[in-house]
């Protein structure tokens, strides 16, 4: 058997493993490491992950978060009324309820495709400062995050991501 017999033969051999893995549902491996079963998230709550506030009593958490580089999400006051803000929110049923959430300011922002038009954007880490008030004991807070991420020349659907906090309430 020749070389290049033997190269097509490899070939053919790796198709069909390859088109049997898929048809199977299974992720085919590349370089002999799985491939990622999903895509980084565009925006990732840092921390805290616990706190321990006063019961009753109004309490400011200072919460950190981080974009993806090369993303940008548009501010809680975004420019443009059809432009999808960003908001945290705490569901009622918690035991802690969110008194207030301050955002920061968002910065200015160009996209070469439109230099006219000016966005104010979420980049890199920022900070959400949310005072609440939580009742006593012990609460797995699944606090909410919903944002619009968008690179320089598309958007990605708006999305929701958790942001759980273990919050006791003494």
Known sequence: MTAGKIVIRIAVATALTLTSALVQGQRPLVDGAA?????????????PE????????????TLHFRIAPGLH???????????IPTTYSIPESSGVRLDEAVYPPGSDFTLP?????????YTGEFIIQARI???AGEHLVEARLH???????ACMPPKTITAAIDVIGK
């Not at 944002?147 to 320089?152: K, L, R, V």
């Open 35 to 47: 491939r990622s079963a999903s895509k980084p998230a565009a925006v990732e709550f840092l921390y």
């Open 50 to 61: 616990q706190v321990t506030v006063p019961a009753g009593k109004p309490t400011t958490l």
């Open 73 to 83: 999400i548009n501010s809680h006051t975004p420019r443009q009324s059809e432009l």
């Open 113 to 121: 495709l439109d230099p006219k038009t000016k966005l104010s954007v």
């Open 133 to 135: 008030v939580a009742s």
């Open 147 to 153: 944002y619009q991420a968008c690179d320089n020349n």
